[in-house]
């Protein structure tokens, strides 16, 4: 474990919430595609990190299943990589649970995440019954006051804010440190995650008396943004997403109801591309783009004409993201035993730590 690591180590994590699409994909996963080639990589499914916030568990065996088909389908190769499922490998349970020994809940009651992500979910249960969201409010509220609290944190106090859900990122420290990551390629929005992790692993140390886990740094590329077909965040939940693995003939349905400039009416009116989606797609997948722009401008092209090109540039890399799900198609078994053979090579890396672990904290 001490000697040089010629190579550093990378680990990140997605949780199964369902098919992703190419927002995902130029988000985050083209970036792991490339991490493959460079680094010692372990991705994983979180299913139990899907659980911290899940109302139930319907759909979640299926999701992660689907998960492994999205990053095949995307380019993760389980040669080049290990791919896996968090619950496979009980070790991220051990030694979640050891560092939640360390962890002071003040850490995780500050996590931002935490209060956000359950303020929304709390609002989102009782999306169209307030009266229910009311009823639930006074009986939350009326606790929330009599602890001194703001009417804010009436979420806090709700059955929601579970015990697992706050120890989300003790979770995620283990997941990390079990593989000695050195970098953890994360958006900018699991920073506050990655910094809690930095410091249990700091607190972990402390105690074990030596530097046996790795601090973690983030490994922060900058992703393009891509919108959705009608110009919001491109996001399952709004309807406007282009699958990863789309048919081809329906990709071309949806590009066609991509949202263009409302003020080019016919095709030789001068156009703004900023604003318009299918100018924001042209960044992503034209080389020349800027030409593309300046014609939009100057009123040379229409707005059919562009995406009819869109589609053109587009359709090779959809045309191998299906081909690359062919074979999951054919063969309903291949994403578990991709799974099986990927928790193999992750518990042996993994029961090789937890020892190290047990035997510094004196366990065993
Ligand atoms: N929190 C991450 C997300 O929601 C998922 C995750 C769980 C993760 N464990 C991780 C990411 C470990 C990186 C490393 O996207």
């Given at each position: 474990?001490?000697?040089?690591?010629?190579?550093?180590?990378?680990?990140?994590?997605?949780?199964?919430?369902g098919r992703l699409h190419l927002g995902n994909y130029w988000g985050?996963l083209?970036?792991?595609?490339?991490?493959?080639?460079?680094?010692?990589?372990?991705?994983?499914?979180?299913?139990?990190?899907?659980?911290?916030?899940?109302?139930?568990?319907?759909?979640?065996?299926?999701?992660?299943?689907?998960?492994?088909?999205d990053?095949?389908?995307?380019?993760?190769?389980?040669?080049?990589?290990?791919?896996?499922?968090?619950?496979?490998?009980?070790?991220?349970?051990?030694?979640?649970?050891?560092?939640?020994?360390?962890?002071?809940?003040?850490?995780?009651?500050?996590?931002?995440?935490?209060?956000?992500?359950?303020?929304?979910?709390?609002?989102?249960?009782?999306?169209?019954?307030?009266?229910?969201?009311?009823?639930?409010?006074?009986?939350?509220?009326?606790?929330?006051?009599?602890?001194?609290?703001?009417?804010?944190?009436?979420?806090?106090?709700?059955?929601?804010?579970?015990?697992?859900?706050?120890?989300?990122?003790?979770?995620?420290?283990?997941?990390?440190?079990?593989?000695?990551?050195?970098?953890?390629?994360?958006?900018?929005?699991?920073?506050?995650?990655?910094?809690?992790?930095?410091?249990?692993?700091?607190?972990?140390?402390?105690?074990?008396?030596?530097?046996?886990?790795?601090?973690?740094?983030?490994?922060?590329?900058?992703?393009?943004?891509v919108?959705g077909l009608?110009?919001?965040?491109m996001s399952k939940?709004y309807?406007n997403a282009i699958e990863l693995g789309e048919?081809?003939?329906?990709?071309?349905?949806k590009?066609?109801?991509?949202?263009?400039?409302?003020?080019?009416?016919?095709?030789?009116?001068?156009?703004?591309?900023?604003?318009?989606?299918?100018?924001?797609?042209?960044?992503?997948?034209?080389?020349?783009?800027?030409?593309?722009?300046?014609?939009?401008?100057?009123?040379?092209?229409?707005?059919?004409?562009?995406?009819?090109?869109?589609?053109?540039?587009?359709?090779?890399?959809?045309?191998?993201?299906?081909?690359?799900?062919?074979?999951?198609?054919?063969?309903?078994?291949?994403?578990?035993?991709?799974?099986?053979?990927?928790?193999?090579?992750?518990?042996?890396?993994?029961?090789?730590?937890?020892?190290?672990?047990?035997?510094?904290?004196?366990?065993?």
């Amino acid at each position: 474990m001490e000697e040089k690591k010629a190579v550093k180590t990378v680990v990140s994590g997605m949780r199964p919430t369902g098919r992703l699409h190419l927002g995902n994909y130029w988000g985050a996963l083209r970036n792991w595609v490339e991490l493959q080639d460079k680094y010692r990589c372990f991705f994983f499914i979180a299913d139990w990190h899907a659980l911290t916030t899940a109302e139930d568990t319907v759909g979640l065996r299926d999701n992660t299943r689907l998960l492994v088909v999205d990053w095949l389908t995307a380019g993760l190769d389980p040669e080049r990589c290990v791919i896996f499922r968090q619950s496979d490998v009980k070790e991220h349970a051990e030694l979640a649970l050891l560092m939640g020994m360390m962890t002071p809940i003040s850490w995780l009651l500050r996590n931002p995440t935490f209060k956000e992500q359950l303020l929304e979910l709390y609002k989102a249960r009782y999306k169209g019954q307030e009266d229910k969201m009311r009823k639930a409010e006074g009986v939350t509220r009326a606790l929330a006051e009599a602890h001194g609290h703001e009417a804010e944190e009436t979420a806090l106090h709700s059955d929601m804010a579970t015990y697992g859900f706050l120890g989300y990122p003790v979770l995620q420290a283990a997941d990390i440190a079990l593989y000695g990551a050195d970098l953890v390629p994360v958006g900018k929005d699991q920073l506050p995650h990655l910094e809690l992790s930095r410091e249990i692993v700091r607190r972990f140390n402390r105690a074990a008396g030596k530097p046996l886990l790795v601090e973690p740094e983030p490994l922060l590329t900058s992703s393009p943004l891509v919108p959705g077909l009608d110009g919001r965040k491109m996001s399952k939940s709004y309807g406007n997403a282009i699958e990863l693995g789309e048919d081809l003939k329906s990709a071309e349905a949806k590009i066609k109801k991509m949202f263009t400039d409302p003020k080019k009416i016919k095709a030789d009116d001068p156009g703004h591309p900023e604003g318009c989606v299918v100018c924001a797609f042209h960044r992503l997948y034209n080389p020349d783009w800027k030409t593309r722009e300046e014609e939009c401008r100057s009123g040379k092209t229409g707005c059919g004409a562009c995406k009819k090109q869109l589609f053109e540039l587009m359709s090779p890399g959809l045309a191998d993201f299906k081909a690359r799900r062919e074979p999951f198609e054919k063969d309903p078994g291949l994403a578990d035993r991709i799974l099986a053979a990927g928790a193999e090579k992750a518990r042996a890396a993994a029961a090789e730590l937890m020892s190290a672990v047990n035997s510094a904290l004196r366990i065993r």
